[in-house]
């Protein structure tokens, strides 16, 4: 079963200070690939050179030490040659693939230092790919700069543009291939007979109001004809851009007693995952035992870290709620 939690081009968000000299800037990006990737577009000048500017600049020099203390210092030059800067500094932490602290100054050609802008990374998994934000704090070392946030949202949507692309190269020339297997079993008890149990998992309506990935997430597409041989496909948009794909064939179906399906989960155009799930339901007193059990393997770096076996739970919950409010009719 799909996590509530799991879900193209993926949309910046900004948090910012109205005023024109801001002193902080928060900017993220979802991003549809493994943490590890994103993270490794921050670790080389080979990386650096290809994203870390906005549009109409380049970077022709990069030098970066990737451990804590190491130089990061980049040179960035407009394309026309008629302005240029030097962005000077270190890697403060480093843990791989979770976060990342940077001390930045910008230094005019002639070696006067503008302003700093103390740079955080954190990348979590979300969705099935990577948010990635980036905060960043500002001190005015040179009254002659000026405005020198002006842009900085705009700058920095451009930037992540490019950072997108630059992960799209990386997995591209390094296609990850692995697979990571789980296995877990949740079991629920329903104040509800198992007919009607059932029904909330095999009736195509009922199924609608509970099978969803809630709060954030649009859904695009769903069909569903539950007998053996039928399939299931539910796709959706998640408020970060993310486009999740949920397909199930169904192997096993047992009025009132058991389902047993198999599912894809594609994130975007990417695999992430291939599971087996049997929804056993025995009757309990007046109600129904439901133990759901799922074997899954993860794909080519995909990190699910619990978050199937979380978000199948809030789904079996999902499923008591709408017993309840069936039952108070």
């Given at each position: 079963?799909?996590?509530?939690?799991?879900?193209?081009?993926?949309?910046?968000?900004?948090?910012?200070?109205?005023a024109a000299d801001r002193e902080s800037l928060t900017v993220s990006r979802a991003f549809n690939a493994p943490r590890d990737l994103v993270?490794?577009?921050?670790?080389?000048?080979?990386?650096?050179?290809?994203?870390?500017?906005?549009?109409?600049?380049?970077?022709?020099?990069?030098?970066?030490?990737f451990r804590p203390g190491g130089?990061?210092?980049?040179?960035?030059?407009?394309?026309?040659?008629?302005?240029?800067?030097?962005?000077?500094?270190?890697?403060?932490?480093?843990?791989?693939h979770s976060r990342l602290v940077l001390d930045m100054t910008v230094v005019t050609e002639a070696g006067v230092a503008l302003f700093n802008a103390n740079t955080s990374v954190t990348f979590e998994t979300v969705?099935?790919?990577?948010?990635?934000?980036?905060?960043?704090?500002?001190?005015?070392?040179?009254p002659s700069a000026g405005n020198f946030t002006r842009g900085a949202e705009e700058g920095w949507a451009q930037t992540l543009d490019r950072l997108e692309k630059e992960v799209a190269r990386i997995a591209a020339a390094t296609p990850a291939r692995?697979?990571?297997?789980?296995?877990?079993?949740?079991?629920?008890?329903?104040?509800?007979?198992?007919?009607?149990?059932?029904?909330?998992?095999?009736?195509?309506v009922a199924?609608?109001?509970?099978?969803?990935?809630?709060?954030?997430?649009?859904?695009?597409?769903?069909?569903?004809?539950?007998?053996?041989?039928?399939?299931?496909?539910l796709q959706g948009r998640w408020e970060?851009?993310?486009?999740?794909?949920?397909?199930?064939?169904?192997?096993?179906?047992?009025?009132?007693?058991?389902?047993?399906?198999?599912?894809?989960?594609?994130?975007?155009?990417?695999?992430?995952?291939?599971?087996?799930?049997?929804?056993e339901l025995k009757r309990a007193g007046q109600g129904t035992r439901l133990v759901m059990t799922e074997q899954g393997a993860f794909l080519d770096g995909y990190d699910d870290a619990g978050s199937r076996e979380h978000g199948s739970g809030l789904l079996l919950d999902a499923i008591g709620e709408w017993l309840k409010a069936m039952t108070k009719r």
């Open positions: 079963m799909a996590t509530a939690t799991e879900t193209s081009k993926a949309t910046t968000k900004t948090q910012a200070s109205a993270f490794q577009a921050w670790s080389a000048a080979e990386h650096l050179k290809h994203w870390f500017c906005p549009q109409g600049f380049t970077i022709p020099e990069c030098e970066v030490e130089k990061f210092d980049l040179w960035m030059r407009s394309l026309d040659g008629n302005y240029s800067h030097w962005i000077r500094g270190h890697y403060v932490e480093i843990i791989p969705c099935g790919g990577t948010e990635m934000s980036v905060t960043q704090r500002y001190t005015a070392l040179d692995s697979v990571a297997h789980g296995v877990f079993t949740i079991e629920r008890t329903y104040d509800a007979s198992p007919e009607l149990v059932f029904r909330a998992l095999s009736d195509p199924k609608a109001q509970w099978f969803n990935g809630g709060p954030g997430y649009t859904e695009v597409k769903r069909t569903m004809d539950v007998r053996p041989g039928g399939r299931e496909h970060n851009g993310l486009v999740s794909t949920f397909d199930a064939v169904y192997f096993d179906v047992i009025p009132n007693e058991r389902l047993v399906y198999s599912y894809e989960m594609h994130m975007g155009e990417r695999k992430i995952s291939v599971s087996l799930a049997t929804f």
